[in-house]
């Protein structure tokens, strides 16, 4: 470990060149060797010959003359004056500035070798190289149009699948929101806050068993995907409803009707994003109208959900109830000396014949 080390601070730092090579030798502090650690180096029997600082700039300042390699860890290195060496920064910018004559390389790790009007007569380096991210061009109307086009289009095909595998369900659930808009509402709220606690309640209770723990993991995935296709079909009972409200000649409850209200309450639905999409460019305004197109599907989604959960709620306590007793005449047992009471026969036609 001790040779690796000598080796990799020979490779940063190289040596002063022989002609200058009057330098001083100091063991490490306790400060350097802390950032060492920190680095996952071990600095133990090592010495540093030249001008080494941790965790803060070093500066060489102008007029003044380093006799050996400069080493800066977790800190800049700003040259001002001569360094009769190598400059290497760990963590850290290498910095020469108007005035300031580096004899030998500059090197910086995780930083950059900034030549402010210096000189540096041996090669210059910087690892990893560190490249300015340059920051993505505002998304332009024409894509912001397209991205919610392709947004619609793939919601009117989950509505049409819903139709199909679903219809029946789709439509008891807008007759009941169109019904209790308000109670649905209400209890898609409790339904959005509850899912949390809910969840985190199911999670403990899977945990007391050794089968149950091997059940978490599907329980946390499966909890949100539940959750967010009883929302999208939430929001669909919605545009149905607005679609019926907006179109009376769609009113009903065959597979044609239903997606004769379902496409333009759809497109009612979602009209609010294209419309912030189109005015994509205008920023303020954009903003106001994609919160407002924000508000109106939560809205819509959160009453759907209620409505959804009503519904299931009120065919659970339906299944629930026992079957009505078939129609008939009962005959009660005499007790007490009650007769039982005859079930009445109706007349032969031949006794009406007669009268």
């Not at 010959?49 to 800066?72: I, M, Q």
């Not at 169109?178 to 409790?190: L, M, T």
Request: without cysteine.
């Amino acid at each position: 470990m001790r040779l690796l080390l000598t080796a990799a601070v020979a490779l940063l730092l190289g040596s002063a060149p022989g002609a200058h090579a009057q330098v001083s030798t100091a063991a490490l502090d306790d400060s350097t060797t802390q950032a060492l650690r920190a680095l996952g180096i071990s600095g133990d029997g090592v010495e540093f010959r030249g001008f080494y600082k941790v965790s803060e700039t070093a500066t060489v300042a102008a007029g003044d003359t380093v006799r050996g390699p400069v080493l800066v860890l977790r800190g800049d290195a700003d040259i001002r004056g001569t360094v009769l060496g190598n400059v290497a920064a760990l963590f850290g910018d290498v910095i020469v500035r108007d005035g300031g004559d580096v004899h030998g390389s500059a090197a910086a790790y995780r930083g950059r070798v900034i030549i402010e009007g210096g000189r540096v007569r041996g090669p210059l380096g910087a690892r990893p190289v560190a490249v300015a991210e340059a920051s993505k061009p505002p998304r332009s109307t024409a894509e912001a149009l397209t991205l919610a086009g392709g947004w619609g289009a793939m919601i009117l095909i989950v509505g049409l699948l819903a139709l199909v595998l679903a219809g029946p369900q789709l439509d008891e659930t807008a007759r009941l929101l169109e019904q209790s808009f308000s109670k649905a509402f209400f209890v898609g709220v409790a339904a959005e806050i509850g899912f949390l606690p809910v969840l985190l309640f199911v999670v403990v209770a899977l945990a007391v068993t050794v089968v149950g723990i091997l059940l978490i993991p599907f329980a946390l995935v499966a909890a949100p995907v539940a959750l967010a296709g009883l929302v999208t079909l939430g929001w669909l009972a919605a545009a149905l409803l607005i679609g019926r409200a907006a179109f009376k000649g769609s009113v009903g409850n065959d597979r044609s009707a239903l997606i004769r209200a379902l496409i333009p309450g759809a497109v009612v639905l979602f009209a609010p994003w294209v419309l912030a999409a189109a005015l994509q460019s205008s920023g303020g305004t954009a903003l106001i109208v994609r919160v407002v197109a924000f508000g109106i599907s939560w809205v819509a989604a959160t009453a759907g959900l209620g409505a959804v959960i009503l519904v299931r709620a009120s065919a659970t306590r339906k299944s629930g109830k026992p079957a009505a007793s078939a129609g008939g005449w009962q005959t009660p047992t005499p007790i007490g000396g009650i007769a039982t009471a005859r079930r009445p026969v109706p007349a032969r036609p031949e006794a009406s014949a007669k009268s």
